[in-house]
């Protein structure tokens, strides 16, 4: 039996499809990786607000409250115009407490992410009022050849010191409990608070600021490997105190945060301490942060429950 050639069927359908083939669309080119998006200047937080602490100037600086902030990714200096970021809960969530947050930079600049708007975040998530502060810093690092105007314990101080109070003078518009409002600082932000802590200033009622007429001492600090630990005196009656660090840090806060510890122990200040192993400087609060050294947030909130100046959240 013969079998019959395919070629006559194969000629026909090759016939047939060409006009298709030439009516199809072209195939489209492939496409290009999609360009990275510019990194976010990280050291403003658009999606809230930001309050000078002196609209008309800080005392002193009132002549450069408008020059611009200088910027390099998420580090900010030449700062003049010292300023709050607020972060508000829910007023369903409010739960009365807040806390000044104070990043840390060397006194040459503030890192506002890790150790600032990261921190906010995640307090605020837990209905926790925070504001991240700006300060005046001691060794500028916008300024010509390092040379600020400013010192750290007195500027820097000065700032801390009117932002408790500035806090204090909104409580009721932002559903802060006045007697809740304490510090937390990172590094050069942690000499800051414990500054703000020692030097504990009382509000003068006949003041004309108003502002002025509320108390800057903190009723809570917390001491993230605060710098200058030596510097640290506690007293009878200091505010109580969060003191966290790592071990790998260098030894005048890896060794010397745990004095600290002893001294608030002797002088009978409830205090707190953690110190990390296979942790270093700078951790702050990132998400790429594992604990136990990143567990260190929930600490600090379990510790305010725990000294009654945080009703924790349902």
Request: net charge positive; hydrophobic share 45%.
């Amino acid at each position: 039996m013969t079998t019959p050639s395919l070629l006559p069927l194969c000629s026909l359908l090759l016939a047939l499809a060409a006009p298709l083939a030439a009516q199809a669309p072209a195939a489209a080119p492939a496409k290009s990786a999609p360009a990275k998006a510019a990194p976010p200047n990280l050291a403003v937080d658009p999606s809230r607000p930001v309050v000078p602490l002196w609209p008309a100037g800080a005392p002193g600086s009132e002549a450069r409250k408008g020059e611009p902030e200088a910027v390099d990714g998420d580090k900010v200096s030449n700062i003049h115009h010292p300023s709050l970021t607020v972060y508000l809960p829910p007023a369903d969530r409010a739960t009365g407490t807040a806390v000044i947050v104070v990043p840390g930079g060397g006194h040459r600049f503030l890192v506002m992410n890790h150790e600032g708007y990261n921190v906010a975040n995640w307090l605020v998530q837990r209905g926790i009022a925070a504001f991240v502060l700006k300060h005046r810093l001691g060794k500028d690092a916008a300024a010509p050849e390092g040379k600020s105007p400013y010192q750290w314990d007195q500027h820097g101080l000065a700032d801390g010191q009117r932002a408790l109070r500035f806090v204090r003078s909104r409580a009721a518009e932002w559903k802060v409990d006045p007697a809740k409002v304490g510090i937390l600082g990172f590094s050069a932000g942690g000499e800051i608070a414990f500054l703000a802590a020692m030097k504990a200033a009382a509000g003068d009622p006949a003041a004309a600021d108003p502002i002025d007429r509320q108390s800057a001492r903190p009723d809570f600090q917390a001491l993230i490997y605060p710098g200058k630990s030596a510097l640290i005196a506690p007293e009878k009656g200091a505010p109580p105190v969060f003191l966290a660090a790592g071990y790998n840090d260098r030894p005048d806060i890896s060794e010397g945060l745990a004095n600290v510890y002893l001294l608030f122990k002797k002088a009978g200040v409830p205090a707190e301490l953690h110190l990390y192993a296979g942790a270093g400087h700078g951790f702050g609060l990132r998400e790429a942060n594992k604990p136990p050294a990143g567990s260190w947030p929930m600490r600090f909130t379990e510790w305010l429950a725990d000294r009654k100046l945080l009703t924790p959240l349902p």
